[in-house]
């Protein structure tokens, strides 16, 4: 063990705490845990989930090297705290030292920058309960294995001392803490880990947290020894020019913190492509929430790359911001300086001729206050599609999920599957895809371009008010927190997966020509149509129903639209039953025909559907007869995958 590994352990000992009772004196220890930022402690959420499971607001201690203070839980990834087992991607904790930040002194730890997996030997550090006294104790570990996005296995010929749960996990090599301890295996060596990466399910506090944690390192803060992590960390010296080095990575991330956060994912990896030259990163593409994460992407392996390519991703950031108007001057300045260092002048054109990418470049002029953004057919866009298949001889009605994602380009990609035994009650569908439904719209969303959702049911379902999920407990004043409001939601038949057939797909191209449309009120003053006067019907009526889809009559109307190959229409999901219709009908009816008037082209609907609901969440009374209206949009050119490894039977 070298001089310089022995400071930067001593770094790990001092940034490493341990939980414990509000009246900590001769308690037992909860587990360990580590400063990620200033008053900021990062820790395993099953280590407080047995304390806080009835009260996450309980105040409880950390103790550590220097440090003695009150805290209380800040948010945890849990989203049951009474499950008996945690999750792997629920397993962490963000705690916050009572009073202000400033008011300790504390060491902190070097996060990665990198979302890859680690691989290879490490070291495990954390706080052991005796005997005779709790104390701090650091031990070698390798990881030889990965589970799902986040996990990490810990080869078992290593005995882990209790109370280590939560505390940091140290790669000797790059000087970064890439994951925190989660478990030892029962009655076995080894055990399991977070990787780092899953602090992005954090979201926004992510961000505020990154950003304090690299304004913190970006100080160049010194231990009592006279040391700092940059220093200790491995990498070439700060006279190679050509290559990027520690130093570089803690002055350009400070910088970064500084500035307004990036408006959505897809800017950060368009901007990280370019600054490799259209060169893609190995394996899939993290979640990105902030301009540090694009750095990230910037590395082959372990290896950041020269110099210059992070210099033109800090050159199109700043681009970027000051596009937007924002102030990046002090990025800019520093990038001159740091290119003075690099050898070949000619290089140097690479950045300071850079321009930002044709689609994010700010628009001429005053743009209208609400553009409407048609729907991508073929090779226009993004979408995602979740597919509720019901659970066969389930009574009530549950439901198995899968998620798809389409680039527009090819064939749809499976996202993520449901993984339950019994599947889910329509009631409990919103929790249960909450977290992966939600990273995967919030890493596709562009700028004033949320990627479109389109949710397959069986006609049965067709009611299912997906319009009014609700991803967020908690919403801004101004924010239009539904869905249905949020983005363009349409509805496709799950009966219509794989091929399409040749009426649906003939209709289709027929009304996409078209550039006027018209409701067809459905049934109208002579009942409902039959099943020829639908296949019959003019390419530019879009069946509207005031009742139900899910139960007769209207299942029985939505069948035969269906069967006669239209692949629009609107119906009230709350609506009558009734053979007659009340006078609330003709309203209907009557705003619906405006609506359809407006349209250009077919592709519009879902997105003026979407105007209107969000003028809803505004309080315009005059929109309230849409808002329980549902949209089916199912595009035969983009058909819903087609089923696989047969149908999904209830378990005995």
């Known amino acids: 063990m070298s001089e310089g590994s022995d400071r930067l352990y001593e770094l790990a000992r001092a940034a490493t705490v341990h939980l414990l009772p509000v ?107 005796g005997p005779p006294e709790t104390h701090f104790r650091i031990v070698d570990a390798e990881i030889n294995g990965h589970e799902d996005r986040h996990g990490l296995i810990i080869k078992p010929d290593i005995d882990f001392p209790s109370g280590v749960s939560g505390g940091p996990l140290l790669d000797p090599e790059t000087g970064a803490v890439i994951g925190l301890v989660k478990s030892r295996r029962k009655q076995q060596d080894g055990g399991k ?48 020019g050509e290559q990027w080095t520690p130093a570089d990575r803690r002055e350009a991330l400070r910088l970064l913190a500084e500035l307004p956060p990036p408006p959505d994912a897809p800017t950060v990896e368009l ?50 911001t000051e596009s937007r108007g924002g102030d990046a001057s002090a990025l800019g300045r520093w990038i001159e300086r740091r290119l003075r260092r690099e050898p070949s002048r000619p290089l140097h054109d690479l950045v300071h001729d850079a321009t930002l990418p044709e689609g994010l470049r700010p628009a001429p002029g005053t743009a209208p206050e609400r553009v409407v953004i048609p729907y991508p057919g073929p090779g226009e866009g993004a979408t995602v599609a979740v597919l509720l298949d019901p659970v066969i001889g389930a009574r009530p009605t549950r439901f198995f999920w899968q998620i798809w994602y389409d680039d527009g380009h090819g064939e749809p990609e499976l996202h993520e ?73 349409v509805l496709r038949a799950l009966e219509r997966r794989g091929d399409p057939d040749k009426l649906w797909t003939e209709r289709w191209q027929a009304m996409a020509a078209r550039r006027r449309f018209s409701g067809w009120r459905t049934p109208g003053q002579g009942g409902f149509p039959g099943a020829h006067d639908y296949r019959d019907a003019a390419f530019d009526l879009i069946p509207v129903m005031c009742r139900p889809a899910g139960r007769d009559p209207g299942r029985t109307a939505m069948r035969l639209a269906l069967e006669g190959g239209h692949g629009i229409a609107l119906w009230h999901v709350d609506g009558h039953s009734s053979r ?61 995958p087609s089923e696989e490894g047969g149908t999904l039977d209830a378990p005995l």
């Not at 805290?71 to 009572?98: C, F, G, I, K, S």
């Open 417 to 489: 599957v449901d993984g339950s035994v019994h599947g889910h009650d329509p009631a409990d569908l919103v929790q249960a895809l909450r977290a992966p439904l939600g990273r995967l719209l919030r890493a596709r969303d562009q700028e004033g371009r949320p990627v479109p959702l389109e949710v397959a049911l069986p006609v049965e379902h067709f009611d299912t008010a997906v319009h009014r999920w609700r991803f967020d407990d908690i919403a801004e004043l101004n924010d239009a927190g539904h869905l249905g409001a949020r983005r363009r939601v």
């Open 193 to 240: 880990a977070v990787a780092v990466s899953a602090l992005r399910r954090f979201g926004p506090t992510y961000r505020t947290l990154l950003a304090a944690h690299d304004r913190w390192h970006g100080d160049e803060p010194q231990s009592p020894a006279g040391d700092n992590w940059i220093d200790l960390q491995g990498g070439p010296p700060v006279a190679a």
């Open 271 to 320: 901007l990280a492509k370019k600054a490799r030259s259209r060169n893609t990163w190995p394996g899939a593409t993290p979640e990105l929430l902030t301009w540090r994460d694009g750095t990230g992407l910037l590395y082959e392996g372990a290896r950041p790359l020269q110099a210059l390519t992070f210099l033109r991703y800090l050159r199109f950031v700043e681009l970027y």
């Open 580 to 640: 007659v219709c009340p006078e609330s009908c003709d309203t209907l009816y009557a705003k619906a025909e405006e609506l359809l008037a407006t349209l250009g082209s077919l592709a519009e609907l879902p997105d003026r559907i979407r105007h209107v609901r969000q003028e809803i969440s505004e309080l315009r009374d005059d929109r309230a007869w849409a808002e329980p209206m549902a949209l089916l949009y199912d595009d035969p050119r983009r058909p819903l």
């Open 23 to 129: 009246k900590g004196d001769g308690a037992p220890l909860w587990g360990s845990g580590f400063f990620v930022a200033p008053g900021r402690v990062l820790t395993a959420a099953h280590v407080l989930r047995p304390h806080l499971a009835a009260d996450p607001g309980t105040v409880f201690r950390v103790r550590g090297e220097g440090i003695d203070a009150e805290a209380r839980l800040e948010q945890w990834l849990l989203t049951d705290p009474r499950r008996p087992t945690v999750p792997l991607e629920e397993d962490l904790a963000l705690v916050r030292l009572a009073g202000e930040p400033e008011e300790h002194q504390h060491e902190c730890v070097w996060l990665a920058d990198r979302a890859v997996l680690h691989s290879g030997a490490l070291k495990v550090c954390g706080y052991h309960p």
